[in-house]
């Protein structure tokens, strides 16, 4: 899969530093995530239904 020129985006509640965000890139019928700390870090490769799952299970435990 493409990586090469993603355009990655965050959450427009982040702080404007921006620091400690997930960013988020289409990426080919999945969704490309990583941390925007480390923007040359690992990449995760979700399908949008994976993303779906783990948003909503991060929200349930709070």
Known sequence: MDLKNPKWRKARRSL??????????????A?????????DGPVLLLTRA???????SAADTH
């Open 31 to 39: 969704v490309a995530v990583r941390d925007s700390k480390d923007p």
């Open 16 to 29: 404007s530093n921006g620091g400690e965000c997930v960013e988020l890139a289409d990426a080919a019928g």
């Open 50 to 56: 994976a993303l779906r799952t783990a948003v909503q």
